[in-house]
């Protein structure tokens, strides 16, 4: 399989608690007169940029947290009447927030891809998106003819890659937010699929794959090995069983690890997330792929199930302990973010309904070729964990309910410790969507010590904010909770860069 073919028929192609008495008010207020629309968090930004804007802040900044917090997601939506159908599909804009003695500023930026640069100059959408066809639009080239680098962000050598999953990567500026231009790792890999959720190995080694569900009877993935000094040093296509679709994967000191389960691509739909089907008879795979020899793979068939993020995997003698976000069926790719993306109702604002993802821990036996899937009673997505000690006594943390009236919106901040089942929390309350929690550890060195940050929406108030938990006692509410009169488009994944 030659470069051409990722290329050809690339996605583009396819078309009460015990919180310090300020902060416990802060979150007690509520606007009676206001009609909170949950919507909000999924309205087009019209501002080419935001400029910089102070927060206020309720409570007391932990030392470690002094750095910058970047966020990435989806913002422009819409153009010349034209909106798009799915949270996919939205131009990627970096939300930036300085934290420092001087408080927390917040500053936001598009990413100036080939894409919104051509768009803004025609005042409309020229290209179909993941989710949506835009009938009058330009054909793509390659995979980059659509990129909206709206996933994730990486510090990678001095710069920011702002991440997509269906082509390249973009460089922008850390401190300005200025877009750099495409990040091409080699000459023959230009334009080359390049998820979102790229991993870091324990000598600085860059781990990621790309997904080309279209290449091949199967499908296929592509991998990289990149060194810490940015070169090269693997790229290998690997045929997959089924052509699942694949958001991110998982590493062990040994092993990578994809889960593939039962979405399949198949030929024909107008649009990308289109193509998929809900296959549960055919079942799901584990692909594993030997870090030294990435010809090496092992196969392994487990029950029918769909998963977008992992929190993270390690080798347990011969065996592997693997801990996802696991969701019953691909609702949430099918049919949910086309329901979020759907502004023109101004019945009910009840959120739209389908499965949700539980913590759940793969154990798989390469050996034996075996694997159990074990679903716990706790419902979290964007799972992470300090990254600094990835064991068996490793906590994870993620964004959860506890409101069961809101299915598909996360108001609750949650950390499960494995070894005793232990389940700790906070919820942020009435009309609060919160983001992905990231670990930031403290000045002792301990596992799983340190402070939980991240962002919130407040759509009763209309206001964005960032959040500070102490990760070992979530309950007691956040060491620190900032405000600002502004109110961002919720976005995906993001990273702290400590000062």
Sequence with gaps: MKRRDFLKHGLAAVAATHLPVALASELATSLPTVRADWRLGWRSVGASEFSSMPLQIDGKLPNAVRGVLYRNGPAKTERAGVRYQHWFDGDGMIQRFVIGDGGITHEGKFVQTDKFREEEAAG????????????????????????????????????????????????????????????????????????????VDRDGTLWNFGSAPYAGRDGSIFIYQIGADGQVRKAQRVATPTASYAHSFLMTDRWLVVYLGAHVFSRGAETFVDAFQWTPDNGSRVLLIDKEDLSQQKIIEIPAGFVFHGAHAFDHGDDIIARVSLYADAGVMDSGMIALMDSTGDEALGYPKFSRAYLST?????????????????????????????????????????????????????????????????????????????????????????????????????????????????????VALARMDRALPLGFHGCFVAS
């Design 124 to 199: 409309r959408f020229l290209y179909s998106a993941a989710g949506t066809v835009i009938h009058d639009g330009k054909g793509s080239r390659n995979n980059d003819s659509g990129n909206v680098a709206n996933t994730a962000l990486l510090p990678w050598n001095d710069e920011l890659l702002a991440l997509w999953e269906g082509g390249s990567a973009y460089r922008v500026d850390p401190a300005t937010l200025a877009t750099i231009g495409r990040k091409d790792w080699r000459e023959d890999l230009q334009h080359m699929p390049f998820s979102a959720h790229p991993l």
């Design 362 to 478: 793969l154990r798989i036996s390469p050996k034996q070729g075996h694997a159990s899937v074990e679903r716990s009673d706790t419902l979290m997505e964007f799972p992470s964990i300090d990254t600094r000690f990835g064991t068996s006594s490793t906590s994870v943390f993620g964004v959860g309910h506890e409101d069961e009236a809101l299915p598909t919106t996360s108001d609750a901040i949650v950390a499960v410790d494995p070894e005793t089942g232990k389940v700790d929390r906070y919820a942020f309350g009435e009309h609060h969507i919160v983001e992905e929690p990231l670990f930031v550890p403290d000045e002792s060195g301990q596992p799983n010590a340190g402070w939980l940050v991240g962002t919130f929406l407040d759509y009763g108030r209309e206001q964005s904010g960032v959040y500070v938990l102490n990760a070992s006692g979530l309950s007691d509410g956040p």
